[in-house]
């Protein structure tokens, strides 16, 4: 059984910092690619970073390059997301998903997702 659990979101000032993590287990080797994405309230959800453990490469939107960093842990089943620099419209329940490859983080396209956690930046 496949299991995504994220955790580390919590309320932020702006220009604040949070670490993110996603704890993965039940995936088999071919699904490489773990993404995080968020849903702010009255919007669509988007895709903001993924990493591919074949190569270690990762991905990132634009609106978060230089801010947000995908990285995996050592034990390999953990992917975090640090985010830096945060701001108010970063404010969103943020969720971590797993499929074959990273191209499908742009369509939202993955298969297995996590329930989510909520980042609030706010003053």
């Known amino acids: 059984q496949v299991q995504l659990v994220e955790s580390g979101g919590g309320l932020v000032q702006p220009g604040g910092s949070l670490r993110l993590s996603c704890a993965a287990s039940?995936?088999?080797?071919?699904?490489?690619?773990i993404a995080w994405f968020r849903q702010a309230p009255g919007k669509k959800r988007e895709g903001i970073s993924c990493?591919?453990?074949?190569?270690?490469?990762?991905y990132y939107r634009d609106f978060v390059k230089g801010r947000f960093t995908i990285s995996r842990g050592n034990d390999k089943n953990t992917v975090y997301l640090q985010m830096n620099s945060l701001k108010p419209e970063d404010t969103a329940v943020y969720y971590c998903?797993?499929?074959?490859?990273?191209?499908?983080?742009?369509?939202?396209?993955?298969?297995?997702w996590g329930q989510g956690t909520q980042v609030t930046v706010s003053s």
């Open positions: 039940g995936l088999t080797w071919d699904y490489r690619a």
């Open positions: 998903a797993a499929d074959m490859a990273c191209s499908y983080y742009l369509t939202l396209d993955f298969e297995f």
């Open positions: 990493i591919d453990s074949s190569d270690d490469s990762t």
